[in-house]
């Protein structure tokens, strides 16, 4: 009989194989221990996420949704129809392919730079100098948020996921993180009323936005704003990372790619695939549902096991083999439904510059493990840390 615990040693330290008997024996499992049901297999994730009876609204994290320990704050991805509806039509626009266009050239000078600064050393750290420093300043500038305070978002974001061995979840360091931000975010929107500052950006967008019939409160724009940058800025440098350390691993297809430059998009997709770094997100029962013969009741938590469905032979044909030419019609990485990611067009245009400067000038990159740090967290797997060596040019 499988048993799943996400906060269990064995799960943190390497899911793969509960989830494969979680397929297998239990697709609707029941954790009684937090009254929630576990969701393992691709087609059921992907059915669900567009289940009206499903709700954000009590949280998506398992800080939220298991451990409670996490405040549910107005935030996009936190939000039902037809509230939901009405402020990502909003949002949309900003986040576009015709609307970050204008980022491209400048997301290449800072990896171009990122890289002038580690070529002579012959080693990079992914997450933190190549990664993050790229997408906290697209996260940035896609939604206003000045340029000078890029490096206190990351050191707030990189808080906001710190674990301590013996906490279920999130630290207290975490917490007081988040709380940093909604006061950093509160106060901007204060500058913003004060100096009447109107450009055309997401900040401006939440302070003139009506939602409900009404404008938002600056506590609310703050929470929204968290989560924009939250979400902006920390999957990104994880997904790079476990995309760079497959293409390192498998040489030969690293050497197709950089022949077939093309492939990028798709090789990070099946990177993603791969190993998403984000395990599950939940949703709350509103309304008695049956699923794969299981009773789900209203208050019941749902995890969606994603980097499980990710893995699921039923949609996948050898689900265990990193493919980059793989062309999956169907991922869960960026989730599905209506709140499938918004910001994945800057996420893709992050990966593409990134890989393919990586590929003209380290071309032949290993990971050192020595300088390397992985993360084993029931939120999140990856690395903590990712140092690549290559051949000093
Ligand atoms: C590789 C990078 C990224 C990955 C893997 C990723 C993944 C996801 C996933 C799985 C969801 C669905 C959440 C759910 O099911 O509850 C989501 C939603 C969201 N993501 Fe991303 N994301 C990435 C980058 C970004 C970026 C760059 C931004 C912003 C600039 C962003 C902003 C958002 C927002 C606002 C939502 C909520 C959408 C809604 O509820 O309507 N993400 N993301």
Redesign the pocket.
């Known amino acids: 009989m499988v048993h799943y615990d996400p906060f269990s040693a064995e799960v943190m330290e390497d899911p793969l194989p509960v989830y494969a008997k979680l397929r297998a024996e239990a697709p609707v499992y029941k954790l009684d221990k937090y009254d929630a049901w576990a969701i393992s297999r691709f087609e059921d994730v992907w059915t669900l ?1 567009s289940e009206p009876s499903l709700s ?1 609204a009590s949280g ?1 994290t398992p800080s939220q949704v298991l451990t409670k320990v996490q405040p549910v704050t107005p ?5 039902d129809p037809p509230e ?1 509806t009405k402020l ?1 039509v909003e ?1 949309r626009r900003f ?1 576009q392919p015709k609307s970050i266009g204008h980022l491209e050239p400048i997301a290449r000078e800072i990896v171009k730079q990122s890289l002038d600064e580690a070529l002579p050393t012959g080693r990079i750290d992914v997450l933190g100098e190549f990664g993050m420093r790229l ?1 906290v300043q ?2 940035c500038r ?2 206003g948020i000045p340029l000078e305070d890029a490096a206190l978002m990351a050191s707030l974001v990189n808080r906001f996921f710190g674990r301590e061995p013996g906490v279920e979840g999130m630290t207290a360091d975490g917490l007081a993180a988040a709380g940093e931000l909604i006061a950093y975010f509160m106060n901007l929107v204060a500058t913003r009323e004060k100096t009447g500052d109107a450009a055309d950006d997401v900040v401006n967008k939440f302070r003139h936005v009506e939602v409900g019939g009404r404008k938002l409160a600056p506590e609310e724009i703050a929470s929204h704003l968290s ?2 940058i939250i ?3 920390e ?2 440098p ?3 990372a476990n995309v760079m350390r497959r293409l390192a691993e498998h040489p030969e297809q690293r050497a197709w790619l950089r022949e077939n430059p093309a492939g990028i998009p798709e090789a990070f997709r099946e990177g ?1 695939r791969f190993d ?3 395990q599950f ?1 939940c ?1 709350t029962v509103t309304k008695p549902l049956e699923v794969g013969g299981q009773k789900l009741m209203p208050g019941q938590g749902v995890l ?1 096991l ?1 980097a499980s469905a990710n893995r699921d032979a039923l949609e996948f044909p050898n689900p265990d083999v990193f493919d980059i030419q793989r062309r999956a019609a169907r991922i ?5 439904g ?7 067009h ?2 893709q245009m ?2 593409r510059v990134c890989l393919e400067e990586a590929l003209r000038r380290m071309p032949d990159w290993e990971v050192d493990w020595a300088q390397s740090e992985r993360l084993r967290t029931e939120f999140v797997q990856g690395f903590a840390k990712m140092t690549v060596s290559f051949r000093p040019s």
């Open positions: 996420s954000v998506t935030m996009l991805n936190l939000m939901h990502r949002l986040l997408s697209m996260a896609a939604v989560m924009l979400g902006g800025s999957t990104f994880k997904t790079l993603l998403m770094p984000t997100l949703r969606f994603y869960l990485s960026f989730g599905a209506i709140h499938t990611c918004i910001g994945l800057v996420a992050e990966a």
